[in-house]
């Protein structure tokens, strides 16, 4: 007698093609009396649509590997194997001397033939599935169509069976309007709009409470206001809505602006943005009595920290301090017109015109000694190549130099922005604000606050890298000056404070 599993496999989904669990089971069993094989153990698959992958058929595999049994039977090859890979492991055992038989179709897996037939039928299996599932979607997207909707009722509606349409739960339904009416008011948040329904007995599918995240998804469904909604498109549906457009229209309103309240609410201007002059630590803003100030945590450190208008205070005078007058903005510019960067520019571009016309020249030389037969082919394309090569490196140098000098105009609106600085930041809402002062300021330090000392450390002082400050021209709407002034004068703009 050889011992094999049972393998039976049942879809929830769908039943009733008579293949039912105790079906599959008897027609097991009767093959293996007639064929002199005893089982073992069952493996009983239940498959939901929702669950991906087979776990049990798996495990049987696994087992059988280890030899806990010498073979397997199932009920038939087409409901066994559900895809190649599934068919390739049941061929894998085979090949692996573990006896595979199936009760419902009379192959014999060990002879070729039998081989063969199983491979057919596998095959025509997958095809089927597959085309069933276009079907399936083809039948959906036609339903949607003509205002049905092809899946399960939200909370508050009823399933009527296959074509028919959703009809409001007399139970359910009133609770659902209610949520949408109590939502709507604004008095609610969606924690406790979710505790208040379920003290009104609203539950969800299997009648458990409704969860936090079913009602959101409640919220968010327009088929509540008549509308099927199936990949970002809508369809107007037959069934009848439980609330009105302009309602649902409001909830989502409302959710959009406490969506965007969480993410922009600023309360403290200078969060993240201090260091600890003592320790070094990040401050935290904190509010007492009316007041925002910015603490060092740090238990051993003696620093207090700042209220925050002091802060504001402090740094408004930096930002004052570091914006261009006019006799800045002159000395700026005289600078820039004292170093020529034009005709800088110029002369280099003359020499690359030079530089080109020598390798020119040099093209026509090489291919005369190559006529004249003073070189032989292969030299002549050697260093023809090379040449050529050449030309195109000084052609790009060229390009380059052009690019420059176009955006030498660039320097015009950094001239512009700096000299504005301390009314742009006045301007700017506190958003804005918060960037500005990351932009100017690497680090500012609060020290010794009972004497109020602000130390600011300004990105744009004399000599220094005033990469932060072209990144502000950016946001500003203006063009890109990175690449115009280290490219143009270097790393360093000249100061005009010198
Ligand atoms: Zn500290």
Known sequence: MTQCFGYVRVSTAKQGDGASLEAQKDAITGFASQNNLTIKGWYEELETASKRGRPVFDQMIKDLKRGKAKGMIAHRWDRTARNFSDWAAISDLSDLGIKVFCAGDNIDFESRSGRLMADIQMVLATDYSRNLSIEVQKGQNQRLKEGYWPWAAPIGYLNNGEGQLK????RKAPLVREAFELYASGEHSLTSLTDHMRTRGLTGHNDRPISRRNLETTLRNPFYCGQLRCKDRLYPGKHEPLVSVSLFKKIQRLKEDRCIKKKTKHP???????????????????????????????????????????????????????????????????????????????????????????????????????????????????????????????????????????????????????????TVYDAANETRKRELIKELFETIEILNSACSTVVVAAAYAPGRSISKIQLSVNRNGQKDLTNACSEVIGERLPSPFN
């Open 167 to 170: 009809t409001l739960c007399p």
């Open 268 to 422: 403290f201007l200078f969060k993240r943005l201090l260091t600890c002059g003592a320790c070094g630590r990040t401050l935290t803003g904190e509010l007492q009595k009316g007041h925002i100030y910015y603490r060092c945590h740090n238990r051993s450190c003696a620093e207090k920290g700042m209220r925050e208008d002091r802060v504001a205070k402090a740094v408004k005078a930096e930002i004052e301090a570091i914006t261009w007058d006019e006799d800045q903005v002159a000395q700026f510019r005289a600078e820039l017109e004292a170093r020529d960067l034009f005709a800088e520019l110029k002369q280099l571009l003359a020499s690359l015109k030079l530089r080109a016309a020598d390798v020119q020249a040099r093209q026509s030389r090489l291919t005369d000694l190559f006529i004249d037969n003073v070189i032989a082919e292969a030299e002549f394309k050697m260093r023809k190549s090379n040449l050529a090569l050449d030309l195109a490196a000084i052609d790009e140098e060229r390009r380059d130099l052009e690019q420059q000098a176009e955006r030498r105009g660039d320097l015009e609106d950094l001239i512009s922005f700096v000299s504005r600085l301390a």
